[in-house]
Antibody
Framework: DVQLVQSGAEVTKPGESLKISCKGS????????IGWVRQMPGRGLEWMAI????????RYSPSFQGQVTISADKSISTAYLQWSSLKASDTAMYYC????????????WGQGTLVTVSS | EVVLTQSPGTLSLSPGERATLSCRAS???????LAWYQQKPGQAPRLLIY???SRATGIPDRFSGSGSGTDFTLTISRLEPEDFAVYYC??????????FGQGTKLEIK
């Protein structure tokens, strides 16, 4: 079965750095795009970035370009999302999701990682 | 930038009724690359429909999608209790690469 398992909840302070992860299993990780989606408390879904682990091709949403870094290590089937200096406004649930090969929708999702940034 | 506008914001219906949710794009969606997701409280979104009208694996046939260009519709033919949730449309292809609508909350009347 296809699974995306994300790292656990994080509580951090403004200005700190953070890297969260998403490990894929049950499929050929390197051959599927993996994206990250933000959901702020009580709000809708926002696409942030997407990566193709096979060759590390990356696309960012203009809204998140320069704010986060997406990466992947295909040898351990894991994608990452990182911040160099968190802000209180980064407090949100972050989901990773796999894009289908034959369609451009996200067909499998991780369980989400809650990031709380508070002084 | 493509903006997706979903209507209504909240839809109040009873089990057994038919639900019609709308998603309108500010410009034509590339090749009908339009998807619909369902999200229940405390859960990740679930893919229902891709390419405007194709049901994802395991999705009941009471869910159907239609539309092209700038106007798309998700229809739930007969509501089951587990269908009450928030629904999002999403497009692929125009800048930004992916865009979500703001969501429609389907609540029990």
């Amino acid at each position: 079965d296809v699974q995306l398992v994300q790292s656990g909840a994080e509580v951090t302070k403004p200005g700190e750095s953070l890297k969260i992860s998403c490990k894929g299993s049950g499929y050929s990780f390197k051959n599927y795009w993996i994206g990250w989606v933000r959901q702020m408390p009580g709000r809708g879904l926002e696409w942030m970035a997407i990566i193709y682990p096979g060759d590390s091709d990356i696309r960012y949403s203009p809204s998140f370009q320069g704010q986060v870094t997406i990466s992947a290590d295909k040898s351990i089937s894991t994608a990452y999302l990182q911040w160099s200096s968190l802000k209180a406004s980064d407090t949100a649930m972050y989901y990773c999701a796999r894009r289908g090969q034959l369609w451009h929708a996200f067909d499998f999702w991780g369980q989400g990682t809650l990031v709380t940034v508070s002084s | 930038e493509v903006v997706l506008t979903q209507s209504p914001g909240t839809l109040s219906l009873s089990p057994g009724e038919r639900a019609t949710l709308s998603c309108r794009a500010s410009q034509s969606v590339t090749s009908s690359f339009l998807a619909w997701y369902q999200q229940k409280p405390g859960q990740a979104p679930r893919l229902l429909i891709y390419d405007a009208s194709s049901r994802a694996t395991g999705i009941p046939d009471r869910f159907s999608g239609s539309g092209s260009g700038t106007d798309f519709t998700l229809t739930i033919s007969r509501l089951e209790p587990e269908d009450f949730a928030v629904y999002y449309c999403q497009q692929y292809g125009s800048s930004p690469l992916y865009t979500f609508g703001q969501g429609t909350k389907l609540e029990i009347k």
